[in-house]
């Protein structure tokens, strides 16, 4: 049986799919001289500059936001001496605290 259908797809015809020709359109722009000066400060130089000033807002919305969540804790906000100064926090400090164990039942109770 299925070499009865391998044969029978190989000596199959292939449908012809008809498409109708579509009418050639020139597409072009014409761009003058300005036009192309204008278009190459933009790509050159006001789409990289506004990406590096988004960078620089983002940076010290950040940063302004580090130090405001040292204020609100009632702490000095660290300066670079005393990041230095300070030494590196334990994974112990880092970790969660342990779930505590289930008592176990006392034997007084049994009796």
């Known amino acids: 049986m299925l070499v009865e259908n391998a044969i ?4 199959a015809k ?3 799919l008809d498409v109708p020709d579509h009418q050639k359109v020139a597409a072009g722009i014409r761009i003058t001289e300005s036009s192309r ?3 190459q400060r933009f790509v050159l130089a006001y ?3 506004a990406a590096v ?3 620089l807002v ?3 919305m950040r940063r302004s936001g580090e130090r405001a969540a040292y204020v609100s804790k009632g702490a000095k906000a660290p300066t670079k001496k005393a990041e230095a100064s300070e030494p590196a926090a334990t ?4 970790a969660p605290p342990a779930p ?6 006392s034997d007084k109770k049994r009796k």
């Open 14 to 16: 292939p449908q012809v």
């Open 58 to 60: 983002v940076f010290f």
């Open 100 to 105: 505590r164990k289930p008592k176990a039942k």
């Open 37 to 39: 000066g204008e278009i």
């Open 47 to 49: 789409i990289p500059l």
């Open 53 to 55: 000033l988004l960078g």
């Open 8 to 11: 029978a797809w190989l000596s």
């Open 91 to 94: 994974e112990e400090e880092d």
